[in-house]
């Protein structure tokens, strides 16, 4: 019988708490609240948000470049102290890791590989600020997030240790998915990423209208400039430096790798469908998928037709989330399953 581990709850709640960063970091950048504190680890030298006249005086006296503004500087707070929050979980998930390592089945190595990547993203963090929205450090960070949340999930299938059930069908058809899968979990990457570049670099509204940019099919595009990723460091990028023909050509390259992906995942959701083998596990993954492709696509639309509204914006970033950990599930699955399948063989 199949048990789950003792910091499966532990490690699943780290999941849903990862995904709250996520959440409120897409929210703070969204905002324009990323440098609502100038300085760090501090908030205009506090702790929390100088909240009476002298702090607030104090504040403008120290940072007379950064004028105090309560509404962006909280946000930017607690985004802080939820990522710590989410740092010491890890800790403590490490720590039950090494405490529990000699028991059957115990990961150590990868409890210690998230502890390492979260000391990164607490650098990454720092850098945010003490760069200035540098574009490159920004979209990192949210790689590094997303990297974050992918391998609590990851850990947390594993402590769950329950396998997915051999389909009815050989196994070999399980296996022709495996490369489909791993291409579809590539391809969501690099859209991520892409997508922290259009971010980052504030062209979400480089193109207002659907399904042409600036009325034309082909408008004239700087991808020298708009993927530069040697930019200066040094200047204040809080609303972006780049040109509008660079911004037209982050936001095009984004909008082809939408499709792009959105035909990959199609094509790996019918193929699922096909080889499930009567796999309920495999069947219900294949529709989870679909709704969060589907839902992702009209998340992105919405955001050019109605010209990026913020809870549409917020919402395309956490369903960004729900569908990377979908296609983890996936090729996590496929994986151990057949591994079992061959060791039984």
Same mark, same amino acid.
């Given at each position: 019988?199949?048990?789950?581990?003792?910091?499966?709850?532990?490690v699943?709640f780290a999941?849903?708490?990862?995904?709250?960063?996520?959440?409120?970091g897409?929210?703070?950048?969204?905002?324009?609240?990323?440098?609502?504190?100038?300085?760090?680890?501090?908030?205009?030298?506090?702790?929390?948000?100088?909240?009476?006249?002298?702090?607030?005086?104090?504040?403008?006296?120290?940072?007379?470049?950064?004028?105090?503004?309560?509404?962006?500087?909280?946000?930017e707070v607690?985004?802080?102290?939820?990522?710590?929050?989410?740092?010491?979980?890890?800790?403590?998930?490490?720590?039950?890791?090494?405490?529990?390592?000699?028991?059957p089945?115990?990961?150590?190595?990868?409890?210690?590989?998230?502890?390492?990547?979260?000391?990164?993203?607490?650098?990454?963090?720092?850098?945010?600020?003490?760069?200035?929205?540098?574009?490159?450090?920004?979209?990192?960070?949210?790689?590094?997030g997303?990297?974050?949340?992918?391998?609590?999930?990851?850990?947390?299938?594993?402590?769950?240790?329950?396998?997915?059930?051999?389909?009815?069908?050989?196994?070999?058809?399980w296996?022709?998915?495996?490369? !489909? @899968?791993?291409?579809g *979990?590539?391809? =969501?990457?690099? %859209?991520? #990423? &892409? /997508?922290?570049?259009?971010?980052?670099?504030?062209?979400?509204?480089?193109?207002?209208?659907?399904?042409?940019?600036?009325?034309?099919?082909?408008?004239?595009?700087?991808?020298?400039n708009?993927?530069?990723?040697?930019?200066?460091?040094?200047?204040?990028?809080?609303?972006?430096?780049?040109?509008?023909?660079?911004?037209?050509?982050?936001?095009?390259?984004?909008?082809?790798?939408?499709?792009?992906?959105?035909i990959?995942?199609?094509?790996?959701?019918?193929?699922m469908?096909?080889?499930?083998?009567?796999?309920?596990?495999?069947?219900? !993954? @294949?529709?989870?998928? *679909?709704?969060? =492709?589907?839902? %992702?696509? #009209? &998340? /992105?639309?919405?955001?050019?037709?109605f010209?990026?509204?913020?809870?549409?914006?917020?919402?395309?970033?956490?369903?960004?989330?729900?569908?990377?950990?979908?296609?983890?599930?996936?090729?996590?699955?496929?994986?151990?399953?057949?591994?079992?399948?061959?060791?039984?063989?």
């Open positions: 019988m199949n048990r789950s581990k003792a910091s499966y709850p532990l699943l999941c849903l708490f990862a995904v709250g960063v996520i959440v409120l897409a929210y703070t950048r969204l905002v324009d609240a990323g440098l609502g504190c100038p300085d760090w680890p501090t908030c205009y030298g506090h702790l929390g948000v100088p909240s009476t006249d002298a702090q607030i005086a104090r504040a403008q006296e120290l940072f007379p470049e950064a004028p105090f503004e309560a509404h962006k500087a909280w946000p607690i985004h802080r102290y939820l990522a710590s929050g989410l740092g010491l979980l890890i800790i403590v998930i490490t720590a039950a890791a090494w405490r529990h390592r000699q028991a089945g115990q990961p150590l190595k990868l409890p210690l590989f998230l502890l390492a990547l979260v000391i990164a993203q607490g650098l990454f963090g720092m850098w945010t600020v003490t760069l200035k929205l540098w574009p490159q450090v920004v979209t990192a960070h949210l790689l590094g997303f990297t974050t949340l992918s391998l609590l999930w990851i850990l947390a299938l594993r402590l769950e240790n329950r396998p997915w059930p051999q389909p009815h069908l050989p196994l070999r058809h296996i022709k998915l495996k490369p !489909l @899968a791993v291409l *979990l590539l391809a =969501l990457i690099v %859209q991520i #990423a &892409l /997508g922290g570049w259009v971010s980052s670099n504030y062209a979400a509204l480089a193109c207002p209208d659907l399904p042409t940019c600036q009325n034309q099919w082909l408008p004239a595009m700087d991808f020298a708009g993927f530069n990723v040697f930019q200066e460091i040094g200047p204040n990028y809080l609303g972006g430096q780049l040109d509008g023909e660079a911004r037209v050509a982050i936001h095009v390259t984004h909008r082809i790798g939408a499709l792009l992906v959105s990959v995942l199609l094509l790996l959701i019918w193929r469908r096909q080889n499930a083998g009567g796999s309920q596990p495999m069947l219900r !993954l @294949a529709n989870v998928m *679909l709704f969060l =492709l589907a839902l %992702q696509v #009209a &998340l /992105g639309l919405s955001n050019v037709a010209g990026l509204p913020l809870a549409v914006a917020v919402a395309h970033n956490a369903v960004g989330a729900l569908l990377l950990l979908s296609l983890v599930t996936l090729n996590y699955r496929l994986n151990r399953s057949t591994v079992s399948g061959n060791q039984l063989n």
